[in-house]
């Protein structure tokens, strides 16, 4: 059985209408969108994307954190977990 893994996202206003998603736990996780349903699509992309960073470096990949007010949670598919778990057992 597949672990559950959500991070929590932080949408902050850029100005013009729309939001930076950044994630505290995995800083290279950054993204933009005009609204917060596309930033809840980006952000999953940018997460799992930055997956393949720390592969690239053999770094282990940092564990989610409690949510804090505010955050939006975003879950991570069962292929990009498994990627994690095999980073953890090297």
């Known amino acids: 059985m597949t672990e559950i893994y959500q991070y929590p996202v932080k949408a902050t206003p850029n100005g013009e209408g729309g939001f930076i998603g950044s994630f505290r736990d995995v800083p290279e996780a950054l993204t933009e969108a005009e609204s917060i349903e596309e930033l809840k699509e980006m952000a ?3 997460l799992v994307t930055s997956i393949d960073f720390y592969e690239e470096d053999g770094r282990e990949f ?3 954190s409690a949510p804090q007010p505010g955050e939006l949670m975003i879950e991570l598919p069962p292929e990009a ?3 994690i778990k ?3 057992a090297r």
Request: proline content about 17%; overall charge neutral.
């Open 62 to 64: 940092p564990a989610p």
């Open 81 to 83: 977990v498994r990627r």
């Open 86 to 88: 095999a980073l953890e």
């Open 44 to 46: 999953l992309d940018a």
